[in-house]
């Protein structure tokens, strides 16, 4: 039963990585609108939220290094500094919603909010390491365009297609949305 669970999850992750290597053909022609809807945000989060933390961490950091080889977008730098943005993504969202007394919209909101909170945090402190290297300051300022004033677009579809998609993939039963609340205990006397 576990390598079964195992090959799933793997040929899912699969999927995923290819996901978020297409998706960005199709904002690509306009790297503004790229930058604003995260295409490649939304295949990491899903994976970590389906596969779980461990395979969402490794599916977001190849996955930017992996389209930065494959068709030079995004420029290595930025790659860089993705892989551990979106590495956190899927790794926090993962883990967060597994851990959940009961995996709920609730706490998959939870997961959501806190993987976007905790991916941009990385993505900042990559980025002010990766100063010395790119030669290029990272400011305060920068950090609020690129992480929320350019991102609103993308994290509002976030919000909206990712609970709506899980929600979906529940009813179909290829995902196990809801858990059974845990049975009471008998009191003591």
Known sequence: MKHSKRIHSLVLSALFLALGLVLPF????????????LPMHIPALLC???????????????MPLMRSL????????????M??????????????????????VVALYR???????????????????MTGVAQVPFTWEIFLTGALLDAIPGIILQLVFIPALM??????????????KPAARPAEN
């Open 26 to 37: 199709f904002t690509g022609q306009i790297p503004q609108i790229g930058s604003m809807l």
């Open 48 to 62: 970590g939220l389906i596969c779980g933390w461990q395979y969402g961490a490794v599916v977001g950091f190849i």
């Open 70 to 81: 494959l068709f030079t977008m995004p420029p290595l730098l930025t790659a860089v500094a």
């Open 83 to 104: 892989a551990f943005e979106l590495a956190a993504y899927g790794g926090i969202a993962g883990f967060l919603y597994s851990r959940s007394r009961w995996q709920c």
């Open 111 to 129: 997961a959501l909010i806190a993987a976007m909170v905790g991916g941009r945090i990385v993505w900042a402190a990559v980025r002010v390491v």
């Open 167 to 180: 929600v979906a993939l529940d009813r179909t039963g290829m995902v196990r949305f809801h858990r059974e």
